[in-house]
C-alpha cells in the first residue's frame, strides 16, 4: 500500500500539473484560457440577469417554438409592472407549471385570487400577465371589494383598454376569499378549474381557507395551484403570531405539515420517529406534489385519489 505521504505528493503534482496544462503551447500559439461553466444555482440576486440567457436555461424553462418566457412576457409589459419577476422572481415555478398549459395550446380555466385592487402598479396587471403569456387560458378573478369596479373603471386602471376593463368586470367573483358562498359561486360561474393562484389578502386564515375548499372542490385533477408571497407567514402585520407559528396556524407550517405527511409512513414503533404535526387526511389523498421556491409554492393535484 502507498503511504500516506506519498498519495500526498502525487495530488500535489496532479493538481500543479492541472495549473501547467493551459499554458502548454501549441506550435507558436498558446491555448486560451477555459471559460467556466455558468452556474447551476446563481444567487437570488443575480436571477434575473442568469434568466436573460436562453442557452443556459434548464431544457424544461426553454420557450416552445420562439415563444417568449413567461420572464420575457413579464418584463415586455414594461419595468416596475409586476414584481413576479422584478422582485420575487416566480418566473421559474411559472415557467415549470404554466408553461405547460401554455404550450399545449389549449383552452383552460385560470382563476387568479386578488386581482391587484389598491396595489401600487394598478389594478389587472396579474390578467394582463397571465393573458399575454398563455392567450388560450380562460381568466377569471376572485377579489375582495366590488368597490373595485369603480377603480377598473377609473385612474387604477389606466393602463387596461376598453375590451379588457369589459372582461375583467365580467369575470370577477367579489368577496371574501375565504368564503365557502363566494368559492363555491365562482366554481358555478366559470367552472372547475385547471390553475389557481392565490395572490389575495395572504393572511394565512384566508389562504388556508381558500386552499382547503378549491383544491378539493375546485381544481380539476391533475391541475396545479400557487400560493404567493408565503413570506408574510412570518409578518406580524398579517396577523402572525408566535402560537400561530407553533400551532401550525400559518400557511407555511401548513404547508410543512403536507410535506411531512408526504413521506410519513403511517406507522409507529421503534424504528419510526413521529415529528408533531397536524394531519390533513381529505388533502392528502389527492396531493401529488409540493415544489416550493423562494416565497411561493406549488401544489400539483393526483388524477385519482390514493387510498387511506
Known sequence: ???SNLVLLILLACSLLGHLLPSITSGKEKAGP???SPPLCPPCKA?????????ILPPWMRSKQGAPTFLEVAQSLGSGVTDKVSHHHYEVIYERYLGPYRNAGEPFNFLEIGIGCGTPTGVGRGYQLYTAY???MRYSGIELHQSCTKRIRGSQGYHLNESEKSYLLSHVQWGDQSSLDVMKNAVRRFGVYDFIVDDGSHYSIHQI??????FLHGLRPG????????????LGMFKVSDSDQRNGQTMVEYIRSLILDLHYPGK???YFNVV???HHAEIMKWIRTVDCDRRVCALTKRLQPVGD
Open 47 to 55: 436571477h434575473s440577469e442568469v434568466l436573460k440567457d436562453k442557452m
Open 34 to 36: 477555459i471559460s467556466p
Open 276 to 278: 408533531p404535526h397536524v
Open 268 to 270: 409507529v414503533g421503534k
Open 134 to 136: 398563455a392567450p388560450m
Open 1 to 3: 500500500m502507498l503511504s
Open 223 to 234: 391541475g396545479a395551484y400557487i400560493i404567493e408571497d408565503l413570506h408574510t407567514s412570518f
Open 209 to 214: 381557507a381558500s386552499f382547503e375548499y378549491l
